[in-house]
C-alpha cells in the first residue's frame, strides 16, 4: 500500500504523534508512508521512519485554498499511484474528501476531538469527518458521539484507542543524567511537590483552572508547588493571561513554561501529580503517557476523561488511578491536588502503578498499528466502498 495522511502541522500532538505512529508503522510493514502538512519538529522523526513528507498549505481553511489543495492532493495521489487518503483534521479532511473522489481511491478519517457544535454551518463543516469509507475514533466516547451527530453506520466506524510508546515511557529505561537534566530545565530540585498538565497553551487544555486552584492552595496556607505547564505556547496572548492571573493569585513563582518537553518521561518521573481538565479532548494522550510512567491522575469528569483513568465511582477508590473532578471548577481541583497530597508516598505509588497497569493493557502502540492497519486493507475491498 502507499497510504497518504494528511495533517495541517506535524508538531507536538496527539493527532501529529498518531500520524507518526502509523507512518512509522507502515514502512516497517513494507508498505510507503507518505505525510502531507505545512511542516513541524516531527518531520525529521517521519524521515528516520523511512516516510515521505510534502510540504502544503493544508491548513488553510478559505474555500479557494480548499479547492487548490484539492488539486494539489489528486495531482499527488495520481504521481505517486497512492492506494488510500487518511485526513486527520477538518479543512485537510474536505480537500482529502474531493482528492478521493476525483481519483476515487478509499478516504479514512480519524476524529481526534470533539468539535463544538454551533448551528448548521458548523455541523456541516465538521461533518466531513464522518464522511469517509470508515472514521476511526479514538475512543468509545467519541465513536458514540459519531453516531449520535452524525447517524453514521455501526460498520463504518473502527474504534482504536490512542497509544503510549512502551519504549519511550518506561521508567526501567531512565537515567540519573536523565533526570536531573529534566530537574535542571524545569527548575524542580525535588523540594516541592510538582504539579503537571501537558497540552498546548490553549485555553481549551484548562491552564487557567488550574491557575486558579493554585491560588485556592495558597489561601489555605500550602507554601509553594512547582507547577509545570508543559507544551507548545499556541496562544501567546494566553499565555500573558495566565502569568498575569498568577501574579494577582501571588502563585506567579510557582509556574514553568518550559515549552515543549523533548524528554516527557523523565518530566513524569520527577512529577507528583499529573492533570488532564480539560474538556473537548478525544482521548488525551498525556493522561495515557503519566500514567504509563506511575503517575497519579486528576482528570475531568468528561467521556475521555472517564474513559483513560479509572476513578470513583466508576471503579471502587481502592482500584483508581486518580480522582475525577468537574469540568471548570478550580475548587474541586484544590480539593483532589490536596486530597492526592495528603496520602504517603505508598499510597500515591500504589496508584500511579494501578493506572499503569491499565493503560499498558488497554492502550498499546500495537493495538494502534495494527488495527489501522487492518482499516486500510479492509477499505480496499471495493465491496465496502461508499458513495462520499
Known amino acids: 500500500m502507499t497510504v497518504l495522511q494528511v495533517i495541517p502541522r506535524m508538531r507536538a500532538g496527539g493527532a501529529e504523534l498518531g500520524c507518526l505512529q502509523i507512518a512509522t508503522a507502515l514502512t516497517k510493514a513494507g508498505h510507503r508512508a507518505i505525510v502531507v502538512s505545512e511542516g513541524g519538529q516531527l518531520v525529521s522523526q517521519l524521515a528516520q521512519a523511512g516516510a515521505e513528507h510534502i510540504v502544503l498549505p493544508v491548513a488553510a481553511k478559505g474555500p479557494i485554498a480548499l479547492l487548490r489543495n484539492a488539486r494539489s492532493l489528486a495531482d499527488i495521489i495520481r504521481r505517486e499511484k497512492v492506494s488510500i487518503i487518511h485526513a486527520r483534521s477538518r479543512a485537510p479532511a474536505w480537500s482529502a474528501l474531493s482528492a478521493a473522489r476525483s481519483t476515487k481511491i478509499p478516504f479514512v478519517t480519524t476524529y481526534h476531538s470533539e468539535y463544538s457544535e454551533r448551528g448548521r454551518i458548523k455541523n456541516f463543516y465538521n461533518s466531513v469527518m464522518a ?25 463504518r466506524i473502527a474504534i482504536i484507542h490512542r497509544a503510549f510508546d512502551g519504549e519511550i515511557f518506561n521508567p526501567v529505561t531512565l537515567t540519573i543524567d536523565r533526570i536531573d537534566a529534566v530537574r535542571q530545565q524545569l527548575g524542580a530540585d525535588g523540594t516541592k511537590p510538582v504539579l503537571l498538565l501537558a497540552g498546548r497553551i490553549t485555553p481549551r487544555k484548562a491552564q487557567h483552572h488550574l491557575v486558579e486552584a493554585l491560588g485556592i492552595l495558597k489561601q489555605r496556607g500550602f507554601k509553594e508547588f512547582i507547577c509545570v505547564l508543559a507544551g507548545e505556547i499556541e496562544k501567546p496572548d494566553f499565555k500573558k493571561e495566565l502569568e498575569s492571573q498568577a501574579a494577582k493569585l ?31 479532548e478525544g482521548l488525551p494522550r498525556v493522561a495515557i503517557e503519566a500514567q504509563a510512567m506511575g503517575v497519579p491522575m486528576i482528570v475531568s469528569d468528561t467521556g475521555p476523561g472517564r474513559e483513560v483513568a479509572l476513578t470513583a465511582p466508576d471503579v471502587a477508590p481502592e482500584n483508581a488511578s486518580g480522582l475525577r473532578v468537574p469540568f471548570a471548577n478550580p475548587q474541586a481541583v484544590a480539593d483532589a491536588i490536596e486530597t492526592m497530597l495528603s496520602w504517603t508516598p505508598a499510597e500515591r505509588k500504589a496508584c500511579g502503578a494501578r493506572g499503569s497497569s491499565h493503560v499498558r493493557a488497554r492502550f498499546t502502540l500495537d493495538q494502534l498499528t495494527s488495527k489501522t492497519l487492518e482499516v486500510y486493507k479492509r477499505v480496499l475491498e471495493p465491496s465496502i466502498r461508499i458513495k462520499h
Open 131 to 155: 464522511r469517509s469509507d470508515t472514521v476511526i475514533a479514538v475512543s468509545d466516547y467519541m465513536a458514540h458521539l459519531i453516531r449520535t451527530r452524525y447517524q453514521t453506520p455501526e460498520d
Open 250 to 280: 501571588g502563585v506567579a513563582n510557582w509556574l514553568r513554561f518550559p515549552g515543549h518537553v523533548k524528554d516527557m518521561a523523565a518530566a513524569y518521573a520527577i512529577t507528583d501529580i499529573s492533570l488532564n481538565i480539560s474538556e473537548q
